[in-house]
């Protein structure tokens, strides 16, 4: 009788021990499954947005690879040159060579220093911010104090130049050079400030998409070199683009940027100018595409427009504070230039 009632206790034994192997080959098993379909998804997922017969979804994500400084390679790795313009078209600006005119625009002789802040709030799909600045001859150009070696915080910008109000700038690139250090050191294009040349890595006659201020406080924006902003007598400009409105008419947008956290400046025919930032990458803020920005700042009043760098770049900085939400996950970004009120 002991025997068997011992036999049965390991019997038992074997049978808790076995379910607990099953349990552990099964719980393994259906890991490994998941792990397997996540890896299968994240490889399979470009081709088929990029092949298959999804075209807004195509667009959309072409455009917001192309228009990051760091996740380009999404669609360089999969297409051709040729055919990312298929896709998403080309600049504007590269067919449209209009630019502004100057007369178009009166600005106060009494000046109004006064800052005004509102939010945009009208649009489920995104939420944003932007500055109305009275007096246009506030806005410059404010650089990185450690330019070549890394960029700042647009706030930190701001603060070193003694500005009340900042928003991020323009174009930078990364340079594949053992000083490059991957925060915003080097600016592409032209950017200008108090008059003097800053940076330029065209020829001094070559045009490309920017903003200028000239000396009486109008922003122009279009396709300029910089021997062309000397003769207009520019005292602050920056590349970036495309254009969104030019002599109060929007522009033709031929290019698909995707939708992504956006930045813009433009100018009313009063003189004021609109700084303009819009949240995205978030769940209550998904972002904005080029059309989008143009559309809101067209219906703030600007008859001068045009798009800044965007993405994780966005931010707006006011009164010691940031007022949005950047999407990079480490807060502010380094970046090599900022657009700032004085």
């Not at 009043?301 to 949005?324: F, V």
Request: hydrophobic fraction near 35%.
């Amino acid at each position: 009788m002991n025997k068997d009632r011992g036999n049965l206790k390991r019997e038992i034994h074997k049978l808790k021990i076995s379910k607990k192997k099953n349990k552990k080959i099964s719980f393994v098993s259906i890991l490994s499954l998941l792990l397997f379909g996540l890896i299968f998804t994240a490889v399979t997922f470009p081709f088929l947005i990029l092949y298959g017969p999804f075209e807004n979804a195509k667009r959309t994500y072409v455009g917001a690879a192309m228009s990051s400084m760091t996740h380009q390679y999404l669609a360089t790795w999969f297409l051709s040159d040729e055919q990312i313009n298929n896709i998403i078209g080309k600049p504007s600006s590269e067919m449209d060579e209009e630019t502004t005119n100057v007369n178009k625009v009166n600005i106060p002789k009494n000046k109004d220093d006064s800052i005004e802040l509102y939010e945009i709030a009208d649009n489920p799909k995104y939420k944003g911010y932007y500055l109305v600045i009275k007096d246009p001859t506030r806005i410059k150009i404010g650089v990185s104090s450690k330019l070549k070696t890394e960029g700042e915080t647009t706030s930190e910008i701001a603060k070193n130049n003694g500005a009340i109000a900042a928003i991020n700038g323009g174009a930078f690139v990364d340079k594949s050079t053992v000083e490059w250090t991957g925060t915003g050191a080097f600016p592409d294009g032209i950017v200008m400030s108090d008059g003097k040349e800053i940076w330029n890595s065209l020829d001094k006659n070559s045009k490309t998409d920017l903003f200028g201020i000239t000396k009486e406080g109008v922003l122009i924006v279009g396709k300029y070199s910089e021997n062309q902003l000397k003769e207009l007598g520019v005292q602050e400009a920056l590349s970036f683009g495309p254009s969104l409105i030019i002599n109060g008419k929007k522009t033709d947008i031929t290019i698909d940027g995707g939708i992504a956290p956006r930045a813009a400046i433009g100018q009313r025919a009063d003189g004021a100018i609109i700084l303009m930032v819009i949240d995205g990458r978030s769940l209550t803020s998904l972002g904005a595409t080029y059309k989008e920005v143009q559309e809101v700042i067209y219906k703030l009043g600007a008859i001068n427009a045009i798009n800044l760098d965007g993405g994780k770049s966005t931010t707006m900085y006011y009164d010691d504070d940031i007022i949005n939400t950047p999407s990079n996950s480490m807060g502010e970004r380094t970046i090599p230039t900022a657009v700032i009120v004085k």
